[in-house]
């Protein structure tokens, strides 16, 4: 069939120049995520196991327990999650893929503080005005549907290969939510309570730093919680443009027919999944 | 000019207008079409219609009507949370409705404060610091606030909870928690949005009590919002009665129960309890025709009492104190008796009242005699007298025929 508007022409000509003109962006955007990423890869592989497994352990505790911390129920509430965190870790160890899911947690930490950077202005922006909000939500959409193999290919001709366009690929898919329920967070805050803060002469600084953020508060941990869940569910996919971690062990198990390595790496992404999404649906959960 | 300074707000044809073609609306107004052939016409919805009142410095102002009357439009035209779309609101001297912004925000931080019926409170906050709310939005530094919080939270009986959140309050102390907001602030003006609407009605009545006692000691200038007439009667000095945006009656209770303005203000105010609103003042007969003690004998009050067409006669002394009563009868026989004055016949034993007595009050105190009630000052005075028939009538409703049907059905047993 004939082509009669060739868009996919015009989208190739504008990265293309895109890419020419402002390389000297792509270039301090890809030493930036490649330095954050490292440094942060060799800060947690430098303290021992252990270290790390306790400090989990005790954020898996303390999340769960609060302030109740040292009391039996306390105890009774929060021993269920620290016992799973504990054994869950171990697994990963024993597996000996500790430094692999190092990598990957550090891949998920870094996509998903750009994602809320970005994605949380975003959020209060389109609750604060509806202009704003019809004319994200389809990019939004966009970003969750497009197929995430359609962006890496410019994603390496930004970047070339290494960390940087996984995690760019990661942050695109991962920050929906964080904009989404950052929106509804703040548009379901009881008008009641906004007026009180009006009638008292609260400028809209202070409406929305102590009252609608506040308030939306629950909504937008949750948002960050699915960022985060989202973001684990890239590596794999973040893997085949030459991002390191457990993703890059299943694609190679894939590639080499390992049904072994296949099954173990992918256990390693499950188990790490639950750990960050029970930790931090916790805190969303609390008072 | 000295009247003007007594005055706290002042609102002039204060219109609002709900919907896109504001000023097509206002025009349809300002020819005199009325509220549906403007909705018909434009889409529009006319909130506040031409209001116009004063509030006096010190007054409880009640606005009173049924929902969608626009009350609750109107008093946030007060503060701006509504923006009039004609008129003017004067605050003092100042004209509210031509502030900037940063003047509009000063005003509302430090000259009116607000109540709601949803209370309007912070959940993530404690009672003290949703107390301290307004002072926090003025800027005010932590420790100053929390004193203001506390001495606040004092005023509305809520000392010992200032640490708890809102969600562990009821109702009623919730919106304890709301006043004492509005108090923290220290504003003149005071605008109480159904404050008391969404309580319990014991509730309601106790926080009625407390608002009265508070601005009791402290003399706010209260603007009160309600659907309730039992309320509005009972904490307003003043009420505004509004139907379809427009202020129909300005007035005290009691004028408005004596003398309704329209007949929506007559039928609204049938159901009131006028028992408790009705005072002595209103029904009493002023200037009585008198028997002076020493001077008047006998003859003098039969022909006083033929003159007056009655059968009773109050009694005063020299200094006008009143003394009691004579009837017609004993004055008979003190004349075959040639007595000179009344002294022996004269009924001492009689209730008076005070001016400000209510319906209520009276009642009991016409039991077992048939004397009328006499109306008197701080010192004795006579001011006016109240017969039995007037009050009962003034409590039954019945109108004089009922009244006269009764008594003859009365006499026949």
């Known amino acids: ?21 402002l390389s000297f962006l792509w270039s301090a955007i890809d030493d930036g995520i490649s330095w954050l990423v490292e440094n942060m890869n060799d800060l947690f592989l430098a303290i021992p196991f252990v270290i ?17 911390m040292f009391t039996l129920s306390g105890l009774k509430k929060a021993y269920g999650l620290t016992i799973f965190v504990i054994l869950g870790l171990l697994l ?16 998920v930490i870094v996509s998903t503080i750009i994602a809320l950077i970005l994605g949380i202005p975003f959020g209060i922006w389109s609750a604060k005005s509806n202009t704003a909000d019809t004319v994200i939500r389809p990019i939004l959409d966009f970003m969750q549907t497009m197929p995430a193999f359609v962006y890496l290919i410019p994603a390496i001709f930004f970047f070339s290969v290494g960390n940087t366009p996984g995690v760019i690929a990661t942050v695109i898919f991962s920050l929906p939510p964080s904009v989404r329920l950052t929106n509804l967070g703040i548009r379901n805050v009881p008008g009641d309570v906004i007026e009180a803060g009006r009638a008292f002469g609260a400028n809209e600084n202070q409406i929305l730093y102590k009252i609608q ?22 590596v794999v996919i973040a893997s085949m443009v030459g991002a390191k971690g457990l993703g890059s062990i299943v694609y190679q198990g894939i590639q080499q027919n390992d049904i072994a390595k296949g099954f173990e790496s992918g256990l390693g992404i499950v188990v790490l999944a639950m750990i960050l999404d029970r930790i931090t649906q916790s805190i969303g959960s609390k008072k | 000019m000295a009247d003007d300074n007594n005055i706290r707000i002042k609102v002039e044809d204060l219109t609002l207008i709900f919907g896109k073609r504001k000023k097509e609306a ?13 909705l018909k016409k434009t889409k529009c919805t006319v909130g506040v219609n031409k209001a116009s009142f004063e509030i006096k410095k010190g007054e409880i102002f009640v606005i009173m009507g049924l929902s969608g009357s626009g009350k609750s439009t109107l008093i946030r035209c007060l503060n701006r949370l509504n923006d009039p779309t004609d008129g003017r609101v004067y605050f003092k001297e100042h004209d509210i409705t031509r502030d900037s912004n940063k003047q509009l925000l000063d005003t509302r931080r430090t000259e009116m404060s607000m109540v709601f019926q949803k209370f309007g409170l912070l959940p993530h906050r404690t009672i003290l610091e949703n ?93 009160f919002i309600t659907h309730d007439l039992d309320e509005a009667m009972k904490v307003g000095d003043r009420i505004a009665i509004m139907k379809d945006g427009v202020v129909e009656q300005i007035g005290t209770a009691e004028e408005i129960l004596t003398d309704p303005a329209t007949e929506y203000v007559e039928a609204f105010v049938e159901k009131v309890d006028r028992k408790t609103i009705i005072t002595a003042e209103t029904l009493m007969f002023d200037n009585p025709i008198i028997v002076r003690f020493k001077k008047d004998g006998p003859k003098a009050a039969i022909r006083k009492m033929r003159e007056a067409g009655v059968n009773v006669l109050p009694v005063e002394d020299n200094d006008e104190k009143f003394l009691g009563y004579v009837w017609l009868e004993d004055m008979l026989k003190l004349e075959k008796e040639k007595a000179k004055t009344v002294e022996s016949a004269l009924n001492t034993e009689v209730p008076s009242v005070y001016k400000h007595y209510t319906v209520e009050e009276m009642l009991p ?10 109306v008197v000052d701080d010192e004795g005075k006579l001011e006016g007298i109240i017969t039995q028939t007037s009050l009962i009538i003034e409590s039954t409703r019945f109108d004089d025929k009922e009244m006269d049907k009764l008594i003859g059905e009365a006499n026949e047993l």
């Open chain 2, 131 to 223: 107390a301290a709310f307004g002072l926090e939005i003025r800027g005010e530094p932590k420790e100053q606030r929390d004193e203001k919080g506390m001495k606040a939270l004092k005023t509305v009986g809520l000392e010992g909870y200032e640490d708890q959140y809102p969600a562990e309050l009821s109702g009623g102390m919730q919106q304890r928690v709301g006043l004492a907001r509005a108090l923290a602030n220290d504003t003149d003006v005071l605008l109480m949005d159904e404050a008391f609407s969404a309580l319990d009605p014991l509730i309601k009545s106790d926080m009625q009590d407390e608002l009265l006692q508070i601005q009791n000691k402290l003399h706010k200038t209260i603007v």
């Open chain 1, 92 to 107: 990963i160890y024993a597996m000996g893929y500790w430094e692999e899911a190092i990598q990957t947690t550090t891949l």
């Open chain 2, 365 to 374: 105190l016409i039991t077992g005699h048939h004397h009328p009630l006499a």
């Open chain 1, 1 to 21: 069939m004939e082509k009669i508007l060739p868009i996919g022409e015009y989208i190739e000509k504008g990265i293309n120049s895109l890419e020419q003109n």
């Open chain 2, 26 to 38: 206002l025009e349809l107004l300002n020819q005199g079409y009325s509220k549906t052939d403007i």
């Open chain 1, 213 to 234: 953020l506040p308030l939306a508060m629950p909504t937008i941990l949750a948002g960050i919680n699915q960022v985060i869940l989202l973001a684990l569910s890239m």
């Open chain 1, 52 to 68: 790390i497994l306790a400090l989990i352990a005790f954020i898996a505790y303390y999340v769960k327990a609060g302030n109740k």
